[in-house]
């Protein structure tokens, strides 16, 4: 079993460096720190970071060497003009102890709490902020994690220096602004709407997606190969066929169980910190770590290079498979898992990103329908062995079903590069843009499979079959459909691709959304407009990398009813809970939660998102609610709702109920 978790661990470093950098605040998961200072004289201080170190880890010392993990203070670089540090120390019990991960070298290291202490000589005036940056490793077992902790201290008119937590203060004004008291879930004027699973994903859409997944895997050359020498294998070595088909049935299952198992830390994950996957879906890193992940993975299935796994892993899961036990099949699933991955590696990344907005449990369903497809064929061939006669012979055609596959990676990564590119708004991939390369990769995927293209591996195309016909026909259908796509004409709305490509708006030709220009991005705005012009205001929750918002936006918000309802009647506010702009730094702050959780406000999409979260106890995306100027509920908030006539009856709804309030 521990080859199988050392496998595991692997799978998931693809996820790590997006983990790591997901949120900021996550690094008081293992050390929280508080700030004070202390005035010891004219324009000196001294800054104490006190350090609460989790059970079990270790926070290396300030003595450690500079070429080692340490802790180390930074000022930033307006600070640094004003300050100069003179001392930098700590109160508390230091401990030494040969490292085993560093060769066994004495290290000096704090446990449980330790307070760290900077003198500093500092020439700031009432106002001025010193702020900088904590530096720090702690380490636990094997694992040696860097962390850092920003801080700020405000200059008071006595000359005092105050500190703040995480460089952000906690701040009630702040805080009231996204906590709306006068928002009552539960007495709206109008109760109707309500927050359903509408626009959920599916955990049986997501099973359908992973069997489809599997089918694709089962083709290509790592997987189909196997299955007549592995079912053979069972058949033949068994004293009757009773035990051959027990055997290659729980071979079987055992690739189901492999595969849903690689889920299971994801739900760890999410239970420490249930916003992990909003989180994951939005990350800007993230998206460029999978569009680099997805550009690798299609460069190998076009077969310029080949990704396994280490070869010692396979090798020790193989010499586990020789015993005629369980545990032996087990090994031989987990040797088909390991020695596939060049294969499956790609599709089970492509269903992590494709659930990571959904949670833990849609990975789980994708993976198992993943693993029920590829373990199906070992057991009904076992039961049936007359089948394998029926299966077409390994050759080329499997070699054209991986480079496929990799026009497909290509096509997905530049949806994640998309996302990205929305959320900080770099602006260089507009939606014809979009468009335009995935017009490309529909094209050279139909020259491909008419044989006007090779690729390393392929053989030349000496006659085209019916199903090389079929697909290419398939793929010439795709480019032309998403021909309009780059123009500046009515047909470029292509409803199949809402949600997927990027938003009308976001476009070469300056063009407007379904509600634009009236559309405002500032709540505080809106709620000024909302009491000067004495109408209602619909919150639109939504985000740059939303699928279900893009769709309500291009499908139901252009129907001319619900667009002159919208204009008409409301003061429309889209905010973005994804939006990596930062707000200005008086308006940032700690925001603290009823159970004591604490999240740093600094983003335009923390703001947004905590609102949310704090007034309408959901967090998904897109989240409609209709209030009256002084923010009393007019409905139920609603979610993704694609009816069109269900819509357009909740807004009216919200109209009927502020005629109520005004009276």
């Given at each position: 079993m521990k080859y199988f978790l050392l496998f595991l661990t692997s799978f998931q470093l693809m996820l790590w460096p997006a983990l790591r950098a997901q949120d900021a605040g996550n690094a008081e998961k293992y050390v929280k720190w508080t700030f004070a200072s202390e005035k010891i004289g004219e324009g000196e201080y001294i800054l104490?970071?006190?350090?609460?170190?989790?059970?079990?880890?270790?926070?290396?010392?300030?003595?450690?060497?500079d070429d080692d993990p340490n802790t180390r203070v930074i000022l930033d670089t307006i600070s640094n003009v004003k300050a100069t540090i003179t001392a930098l120390g700590y109160e508390g019990?230091?401990?030494?102890?040969?490292?085993?991960?560093?060769?066994?070298?004495?290290?000096?290291?704090?446990?449980?709490?330790?307070?760290?202490?900077?003198?500093?000589?500092?020439?700031?005036?009432?106002?001025?902020?010193?702020k900088g940056t904590l530096n720090y490793f702690i380490l636990k077992g094997e694992e040696i994690l860097p962390e850092e902790a920003a801080f700020r201290f405000t200059v008071d008119a006595a000359g005092?220096?105050?500190?703040?937590?995480?460089?952000?203060?906690?701040?009630a004004d702040q805080a009231n602004k996204l906590k709306r008291e006068n928002i009552d879930l539960k007495n709206p004027v109008n109760k109707v709407g309500g927050i359903g699973n509408e626009g959920e994903t599916s955990p049986w859409l997501m099973f359908f997606l992973g069997f489809v997944g599997g089918l694709f895997a089962l083709v290509t050359p790592c997987v189909f190969p196997m299955i007549p020498l592995t079912v053979s294998f069972f058949t033949k070595s068994a004293q009757d066929k009773?035990?051959?088909?027990?055997?290659?049935?729980?071979?079987?299952?055992?690739?189901?169980?492999?595969?849903?198992?690689?889920?299971?830390?994801?739900?760890?994950?999410?239970?420490?910190?249930?916003?992990?996957?909003?989180?994951?879906?939005?990350?800007?890193?993230?998206?460029?770590?999978?569009?680099?992940?997805?550009?690798?993975?299609?460069?190998?299935?076009f077969g310029y290079f080949e990704i396994t796994l280490p070869s010692g892993l396979a090798s020790k899961a193989d010499s586990k498979a020789n015993k005629g036990t369980l545990v032996g099949i087990f090994f031989m699933a987990l040797t088909l898992v390991v020695v596939s991955f060049s294969c499956t590696g790609p599709i089970l990344g492509s269903l992590l990103a494709g659930s990571s907005s959904g949670g833990a449990w849609l990975l789980t369903a994708g993976m198992a329908g993943f693993g029920v497809s590829l373990a199906l064929p070992f057991a009904l061939f076992a039961m049936f062995p007359n089948w394998l006669n029926s299966l077409p012979k390994s050759g080329g055609w499997l070699n054209s079903v991986k480079v496929i596959l990799g026009f497909i990676e290509v096509a997905l990564a530049i949806k994640f590069l998309s996302n990205a590119d929305l959320v900080t708004h770099w602006g260089f991939l507009h939606r014809e843009t979009f468009f335009l390369i995935w017009i490309i990769i529909a094209l050279l995927a139909t020259l491909y499979l008419l044989g006007l293209i090779r690729f390393p591996h392929d053989s030349p195309v000496k006659k085209l079959g019916g199903v090389r016909i079929f697909f290419?026909?398939?793929?010439?259908?795709?480019?032309?459909?998403?021909?309009?796509?780059?123009?500046?004409?009515?047909?470029s709305n292509i409803r199949l691709m809402s949600g997927f490509a990027p938003p009308m708006s976001y476009s070469w030709y300056d063009k407007k959304g379904a509600v634009e220009p009236d559309v405002i991005n500032d709540y505080d705005k809106a709620l000024k407009?909302?009491?000067?012009?004495?109408?209602?205001?619909?919150?639109?929750?939504?985000?740059?990398?939303?699928?279900?918002?893009?769709n309500m936006e291009e499908n139901v918000w252009t129907d001319p009813e619900v667009h002159a309802l919208i204009k008409e009647n409301y003061i429309l506010v889209s905010l973005y809970v994804d939006d990596k702009k930062n707000l200005p730094e008086e308006e940032q702050f700690l925001h603290t939660f009823p159970d004591g959780r604490k999240k740093p406000i600094k983003t335009i999409g923390n703001k947004y998102a905590t609102m949310q979260t704090v007034n309408f106890n959901n967090n998904s995306q897109p989240l409609y609610v209709l209030i009256s100027p002084d923010e009393q509920l007019?409905?139920?908030?609603?979610?993704?709702?694609?009816?069109?006539?269900?819509?357009?009856?909740?807004?009216?709804?919200?109209?009927d109920a502020f005629k109520k309030v005004k009276k």
């Open positions: 104490k970071f006190k350090a609460n170190i989790s059970e079990g880890w270790k926070l290396f010392s300030t003595t450690m060497g019990d230091q401990k030494k102890a040969p490292e085993p991960l560093m060769d066994n070298k004495e290290i000096t290291f704090f446990e449980k709490e330790v307070t760290v202490t900077l003198q500093v000589k500092y020439n700031g005036t009432a106002g001025d902020k010193l005092n220096l105050s500190g703040s937590e995480g460089g952000l203060q906690a701040s009773k035990k051959g088909i027990f055997n290659a049935s729980m071979y079987g299952f055992f690739i189901f169980l492999i595969y849903v198992l690689f889920s299971v830390p994801f739900h760890i994950a999410g239970l420490a910190e249930p916003e992990i996957f909003n989180n994951i879906s939005t990350n800007v890193w993230l998206n460029v770590f999978f569009f680099v992940v997805f550009i690798v993975f299609a460069i190998s299935f290419a026909v398939i793929f010439g259908a795709l480019t032309l459909y998403l021909l309009p796509g780059i123009t500046n004409t009515k047909y407009l909302a009491k000067e012009q004495n109408k209602p205001i619909m919150i639109d929750f939504t985000g740059w990398a939303c699928v279900n918002c893009r007019l409905t139920l908030p609603v979610a993704y709702t694609p009816v069109i006539k269900e819509y357009a009856d909740w807004l009216r709804s919200g109209i």
